[in-house]
């Protein structure tokens, strides 16, 4: 059997190296990729649990703001219905205290008096008539007074057994004798709907001032002497120039009617 020479050995040598040096390249190169490859599997399992737990605080949060929100319609509706409750409740005090003044006035009146109620009015003359629940049967008449607590409303115009209509001195149609008693000054009052009543043919001269007050006349035996009419708004001269005309903000603005007092007309 021959002996391996020289060359052989070199050879197998030379092979060796390179077979060690081949295993270190791919050890090199294998532990980090199997490092990269584990991070990289880290990474994903963190933010895949991330996800899931932001999923899971997203859906948290929703139903947070839905019980909110909830909570929140079911405080306003109880909000709003104490709010009806107070307003009814403010309501009936106002017309309790209203009655309370009407009985007042009723009992200080030296005349028949009929209290009323309110109980019809229309849009389409709103600022012309009311209709009252008192009528003949009543003892309420054509012509009566109709006043409330704190002013002049108007006067009946038509009656039936159980009702009756009244025209309101907001209306042009009705006239009234007044008086401005801190000067003694007469005039007619005419009503202008939802503007300013006047007072026309006031002498020029006339020393009459912003806020003096003016009440009925009561001369003509229909409605009460004194009894308020309103407060002087402005005085201007008319058109003509020959007289001044008085402006009067009504101290009942016949806009929120409910109890009235029927006078009936003196008896002569």
Known sequence: MPLPNESDFETHSQSLAEYLVLVILVLMVAVPVSGFVLSAQSWVSSLVAKGAYQVEDTKNLAEQLFDASAKIRDLERKLAKNELELTRLKQESRDTNRLRSLLDLKQKSQRQTVAAEVVSRNPDNWFEQVVIDK?????????????????????????????????????????????????????????NYQNLARIDFVPVGTNVDVGDKVVTLGKAGTFPDNHPVGTVSSVRRDATGASMQIDVKLTDNCYDLSQVLVLPPLEN
């Open 135 to 191: 009528g003949s049967a009543d003892h309420v008449t054509v012509g009566s007074a109709v006043i409330s607590i704190t002013g002049v409303v108007g006067q009946v115009v038509k009656v039936d057994s159980h009702a009756s209509v009244v025209r309101l001195l907001t209306d042009p149609e009705q006239k009234l004798g007044v008086l401005i008693p801190r000067l003694g000054l007469t005039g007619i009052l005419v009503g």
